[in-house]
């Protein structure tokens, strides 16, 4: 893939949790992230949208961050309902041009 | 509420023909681009391509064109993804997606803020 996540994080109820996405400073074309939380046996949901923008209705919890060539996304106040998939995806202008998604990093709430 | 209802689960066998589909409501389904993401078994997500409801544009992902057909009944605020010839390696979950009206055009989109329910799709002999 493009873009690499760790397989795996975890924390206790009220920690903070950051997960990482390599890769995006290599795309080509404005490289703006998104994250998407994918809970059991449910869609994909976005949570977080061009780096750092919040969608309506996503806890304030959820936060994006860029420093260079690294993109992450923090949980803070993590909550037993946060377990989950936390993929994250970007547009990749350079050709074959596609909409691109990291392998995804697996949340569990200790 | 904006909503993405989408048909069925399907069982089929290799060589059979597949139509699966989307319809929206509670939004301008003739002014947004509506796609498809495919998540196979082992949970990655793969980016099928986009379609424009009102004149049938397609923008195809690069491992799908060729493989799958994306149409459009704008009428009825529905899209469509449909094989020919479905294999064993089409098995997976079939999400149609709506990205943010600004985030897509016809050389890029992303922030697919719109997820349908998905639809499992079991290709065996």
């Known amino acids: 893939s493009v873009l690499t996540q760790p397989p795996s994080a975890s924390g206790t109820p009220g920690q903070m949790v950051t997960l990482s996405c390599f890769g995006a400073s290599g795309i080509v074309g404005g490289p703006l992230v998104d994250w998407y939380q994918q809970l059991p046996g449910a869609a994909p949901k976005l949570v977080i949208y061009?780096?750092?923008q919040r969608p309506s209705g996503v806890p304030d919890r959820f936060s994006g961050f860029r420093s260079g060539p690294t993109v992450s996304l923090r949980i803070d106040g993590l909550q037993s309902e946060d377990e989950g998939l936390y993929f994250c995806?970007?547009?990749?202008?350079?050709?074959?041009?596609?909409?691109?998604f990291g392998p995804g990093t697996t949340v569990t709430v200790l | 509420e904006v909503l993405l209802v989408q048909s069925g689960a399907e069982v089929k066998k290799p060589g059979e023909s597949l139509k699966i589909s989307c319809q929206g409501s509670?939004?301008?389904?003739?002014?947004?681009?509506i796609g498809w993401v495919r998540q196979m078994p082992g949970k990655e997500l793969e980016w099928m391509g986009v379609?424009?409801?009102?004149?049938?544009?397609?923008i195809y992902g690069p491992s799908f064109k060729g493989h799958v057909t994306m149409s459009a009944d704008q009428s009825a605020n529905t899209v469509f993804l449909q094989w020919s010839s479905v294999q064993p390696s089409d098995s997976g979950t079939y999400y149609c997606v709506r990205p943010r009206r600004e985030s897509c055009s016809g050389t890029s989109c992303y922030n697919l803020d719109t997820w349908g329910q998905g639809t499992l799709v079991s290709v065996s002999s």
């Open positions: 061009n780096n750092h």
């Open positions: 379609i424009w409801p009102g004149d049938s544009d397609v």
């Open positions: 509670g939004f301008n389904f003739a002014t947004y681009w």
């Open positions: 995806a970007a547009w990749d202008d350079r050709p074959p041009k596609s909409y691109v």
